[in-house]
């Protein structure tokens, strides 16, 4: 882990997160369910300055759903869209409607590039610390990347004692800090990220922000320039910094990068990020 988690000077990733695992046509017409609508998506974000693509899949009435030939298709498609140009990262979110033990089983099936792990969901109290460490040595032995998301400044004290305790087999792993919760009307604020970073709290070499509402990008700004990557997208927001209605997913990302460029940062590659990820 790192000493202070900031200041870097490399290229920043942008993530884009389409869809999740929630929203549906209802809330925005551009939300991409199909697979092919998810691949277009990837190829636009990608333009915009995306090098990976956060990706939730869906069952034949739009719900929520964990599932290796949905996601075997899905990342064809993406595949097919930009080839190695963006990372693909699967989700193991539950959405209530899946336990630890069907999120890590989709993970063994699909073996994807990249997987993104809730703390509180795959080890939700000590009995379930063994089973992850497991999980965790067969995502080290596939090279598969998990990106470990902390919803509250306090899981980044709990994943770094179960690094020091060797369940999680690393000592580095990237995370994601999420600003928010996902309730209705959900507004995220640059200063939510500050207790993530306050120096009694453990930090990491790699992490990114997530946040919800039109504050999105200015919340990506602030972590970008603090050190940190960022993800945007559907899932968590659909307006434009001036709170207009973004007409795609590929508005956000290219608000973000601007916003990036305008502080002297730029975008990474997929290649950029894939050798700056650290699960070691």
């Known amino acids: ?38 691949a277009e ?5 990608r333009e915009a300055g995306a090098a990976m693509i956060h990706v939730h899949v869906r069952d034949q009435e739009g719900g929520h759903l964990l599932d290796a030939d949905a996601y075997g298709a899905v990342t064809k498609a993406i595949r097919a869209s930009v080839g190695t140009e963006m990372v693909v990262q699967i989700t193991t979110e539950a959405v209530g409607l899946y336990g630890p033990e069907e999120q890590m089983a989709v993970v063994r099936a699909v073996r994807p590039e990249a997987v993104s792990l809730a703390l509180r969901e795959l080890v939700p109290d000590a009995a379930s610390e063994a089973a992850f460490s497991r999980f965790l040595g067969f995502l080290k032995k596939e090279a598969i990347m998990p990106q470990i998301i902390l919803y509250a400044p306090d899981e980044a004290d709990r994943l ?20 928010g919760r996902y309730t209705a009307g959900q507004r995220s ?7 993530f970073l306050a120096p009694q709290r453990a930090h990491y070499a790699h992490w990114s922000v997530c946040a919800f509402g039109p504050r999105e990008t200015a919340c990506a700004a602030a972590a970008a320039y603090l050190g940190g990557h ?9 307006s434009l910094p001036d709170g207009s209605a973004a007409p795609d997913n590929a508005a956000l990302v290219a608000a973000t990068r601007t916003a990036l460029m305008a502080g002297g940062l730029h975008p990474s590659s997929a290649d950029d990020l894939r050798s700056s990820w650290q699960f070691a």
């Open 1 to 38: 882990m790192s000493g202070n988690g900031s200041g870097a000077a490399g290229p920043v990733t942008i993530a884009v997160a389409p869809n999740g695992g929630r929203k549906t046509k209802a809330d925005h017409p551009a939300v991409p369910l199909s697979a092919a609508e998810i």
């Open 41 to 45: 998506t990837a190829a636009a974000c």
């Open 160 to 179: 770094a004692d179960l690094m020091a305790r060797g369940v999680i087999p690393a000592s580095e792993v990237p995370v994601l800090y999420v600003l």
């Open 189 to 195: 604020d640059p200063a939510d990220l500050l207790p």
């Open 230 to 238: 960022v993800r945007v997208g559907f899932e968590n927001n659909t």
